[in-house]
């Protein structure tokens, strides 16, 4: 396969992250996975021990590996910025998707969210690549991006500037995320680096777009007028006591949002 699957959670992310795991282990086709714990050392110990039976009942055919995510983070971070972070798990997660490439064995990773799952049966292969578009950010995180801009030593042409959206599933080119994180000199000084951005007032972090960005400064960017602008993204939360299959739940729920966005 030319892509690994890329996770970050957290002990909040429990019940998301497994009916995540039971929609792998019933639509995906085996693939490898990669899941970061984004917490201590201590909780990513006492998460694993919920961990095991997960994997053992839902991801026994595919290829998975945890980390901490201390295995990720460099030495010598000040202090003012782990005690900031510690604050700021949301934060660190955008890192991590970064920082992750080191440990990718393929070309690309598809990064989800714990929030995202399947509902049919899938190859992450398939996944296309979104095309960018205008209509893609808030106003903090355009100071983001005219920071990331200033970075990266492009131009901010202005709100017009075409992005891809902010949100999972998406698709980093292993090779760009590795050059992204060599081109701060060090992981540490792109740690400070987005960290620092990162709680500037008026700002909101965006990992994607950082990466987009840098996509574009390498000239690496898939232009293709076939490709979707968007991904659909469905929020809902269901209690089971309906008399129906979580599979009918969720055929219901696509057949509700296909009735209302035709």
Not at 5 to 25: A, N, P, Y
Request: aromatic fraction near 14%.
């Amino acid at each position: 396969m030319k892509r690994t699957l890329f996770v970050v959670t957290c002990q909040h992310d429990k019940w998301k992250f497994e009916m995540m795991c039971r929609s792998i282990g019933a639509f995906l086709e085996p693939c490898r996975i990669v899941i970061v714990h984004n917490e201590s050392d201590k909780k990513y110990k006492e998460w694993m021990e919920w961990f095991n039976n997960i994997n053992e009942n839902f991801l026994s055919k595919f290829s998975v590996v945890t980390y901490p995510a201390s295995k990720f983070w460099p030495e010598n971070i000040p202090d003012h910025l782990h005690y900031e972070l510690e604050l700021g798990g949301w934060v660190s997660q955008q890192m991590l998707k970064i920082l992750g490439h080191s440990v990718i064995k393929t070309d690309e990773y598809l990064i989800l969210d714990s929030k995202n799952f399947f509902f049919r049966h899938y190859n992450i292969d398939n996944t296309p690549p979104c095309n960018a578009h205008g209509n893609w950010t808030l106003e903090g995180v355009t100071e983001w991006t005219k920071l990331s801009c200033n970075k990266l030593g492009l131009i901010y042409p202005g709100h017009h500037l075409k992005l891809r959206p902010n949100v999972t599933p998406y698709i980093f080119k292993t090779n760009v995320a590795r050059r992204l994180v060599k081109y701060f000199s060090s992981d540490l000084n792109f740690y400070c680096w987005f960290a620092e951005t990162a709680l500037l007032p008026e700002t909101s972090p965006a990992e994607f777009i950082l990466y987009d960005l840098f996509e574009l400064r390498l000239r690496q960017r898939v232009i293709d007028d076939n490709l979707p602008i968007t991904y659909s993204t469905i929020w809902r939360h269901h209690i089971l006591d309906e008399g129906k299959t979580p599979k009918q739940i969720a055929n219901d729920i696509i057949q509700e949002y296909n009735n209302k966005y035709k």
